[in-house]
């Protein structure tokens, strides 16, 4: 039976380490601030914002809420994040997706300055990991990283294998995980042999949005298995990409869903604007 790699309570103790952090920042006059920017009325957008913000108020950060009508205009939004840009206590801008269809969601968010990229998902932040220098890493694989390296599990000279190709998750992972010295295969859709590959992983990152693709069958016994996977089955119950019930059975370790990479997404957001705050000050 895999150990259960239980993401809320790493969550905590990240958070616990920033509001320490921020607690001295603020002794020093800096206090961390980020403007997070909702456009329309789209409930499960309502609830991520709503998250953030309170993680922002447990850990100290300044939140700065834009909740604008679902009929603004593209050139009212940009107005609007020119001049957080340019608002220098604001440390990270987060335009929660998706927008309305009016709104070209690539080139809003290619405006946000890449000094306040907290998303990490800019190419300036994306070509800054290509090449190892510093800049904001993407949250949700940042999160993973963290959910390996502190669940104690090393990554330098194993075999690693992500499952899915996607800017925001599945390529700034491999990338992460390249940086931390592990061999690295990424599979997608087109991929044949799938779980050949698969297989052969000691740690497999699973985030493509399809229940359950991965099956015992597809997993190394041993192997640490993180599943970004976030779904609904057949009876309308929330579920990974990974068969949960048959994988933890042959796995060393495993990440639940829900309560497992989710609540780190928004631990390394926090981490990414204090940050920032850190770069500034530097500066």
Known sequence: MAVLIDGKAISS?????????????????????????????????AIYVRNKKRACEYIGIESRSY????????QELEKLVREL???????????????PEQIDEEKITGMISPKKDVDGFLPESI?????????????????VLELIKRSGYTIEGKE???????????????????EQNGTVTIVHSRTKNLSEITRRADILVVAVGNPKLIQADDVKEGAVVIDVGMNRDENGKLCGDV???HVKEK????????GGVGP????????NCVEAARKKRRE
């Open 13 to 45: 103790e990240i958070k616990e380490e920033l509001k320490q952090e921020v607690a001295e920042l603020k002794a020093q006059g800096i206090t961390p601030c980020l403007a997070v920017i909702l456009v329309g009325d789209d409930s499960a957008s």
């Open 160 to 178: 690693c294998v992500v499952v899915g190709r996607s800017n925001h998750v599945g390529k700034p992972m491999a990338l992460l995980l390249l």
């Open 85 to 99: 840009n340019e608002d220098e206590t604001v440390d990270g801008i987060l335009v929660q997706l998706p927008l």
């Open 251 to 258: 796995a060393e370790a495993i990440t639940p869903v829900p």
């Open 67 to 74: 909740e604008l009508p679902k009929e603004t205009t593209e």
């Open 243 to 245: 068969d949960f019930e």
């Open 264 to 271: 780190m997404t928004i631990a390394m957001l926090m981490n």
């Open 127 to 143: 070509g800054a990991l290509c090449i190892g220098s510093e800049g904001f890493r993407s949250c949700t694989p940042a999160g």
